[in-house]
């Protein structure tokens, strides 16, 4: 059960099942390095916008790919994606409902950092795009096996949800949510 560091005062799991085994009797949260798994391929390499991808391989001949293709990152980690190989994963790999929301999001707004915690009997991934001027946190519900998952976004300064969608316990996640972000800043 090994950490790989610390980021803003929480450890740093590669492993999910790590990290909570870890924190089970703890009661804390951690960072998750987040790694896509896809399930199938509906094609097996392409090219988008000029470069090639390699999609079983998880890899592309962009500069972007190649400089984050070092030691920094786990193979699958999200984190190392350019924007060539989350296209081409949208459009042509079968992903749990998890992974997609997570690239979709990804690929549309940039990397998040995530805060996975366990409010009654939901799982939750806060995904944070950075602490300043922190306005939108996503907030990820799903099962185990990530197939059944929903994201709803939270405006921290204005206290509500975007577009009035309300998870279940929405209260609870919210005072989890602040009482995380609180505990980060004040590290």
């Given at each position: 059960?090994?950490?790989?560091?610390?980021k803003d005062?929480?450890?740093v799991f590669d492993s999910l099942r790590?990290?909570?085994?870890?924190?089970?009797?703890?009661?804390?949260?951690?960072?998750?390095?987040?790694?896509?798994t896809p399930l199938?391929?509906?094609?097996?390499?392409?090219?988008?916008?000029?470069?090639?991808?390699d999609l079983p391989g998880l890899s592309c001949s962009c500069t972007d790919f190649?400089?984050?293709?070092?030691?920094?990152?786990?193979?699958?980690s999200l984190s190392k994606m350019c924007k060539h190989l989350l296209?081409?994963?949208?459009?042509?790999?079968?992903?749990s409902r998890l992974d997609f929301l997570i690239i979709e999001q990804t690929f549309k707004f940039g990397f998040e950092k995530y805060i996975k915690e366990e409010i009654g009997n939901t799982k939750v991934l806060f995904g944070i795009t950075g602490l300043n001027e922190l306005r939108w946190v996503n907030v990820y519900l799903y099962s185990i096996q990530g197939e059944n998952a929903?994201?709803?976004?939270?405006?921290?300064?204005?206290?509500?949800?975007?577009?009035?969608?309300?998870p279940d316990n929405a209260e609870l996640i919210e005072k989890c949510l602040k009482y995380r972000l609180n505990k980060i800043a004040t590290v």
């Open positions: 059960m090994q950490h790989t560091g610390f005062g929480l450890r790590s990290g909570v085994e870890y924190t089970l009797n703890r009661k804390e949260s951690f960072y998750f390095n987040y790694r896509v199938n391929f509906r094609k097996r390499s392409i090219r988008v916008f000029d470069q090639f991808v190649k400089i984050n293709d070092g030691f920094l990152f786990p193979k699958n296209k081409s994963l949208l459009q042509f790999a079968d992903l929903n994201r709803f976004s939270y405006n921290i300064p204005e206290n509500r949800w975007a577009f009035g969608g309300k």
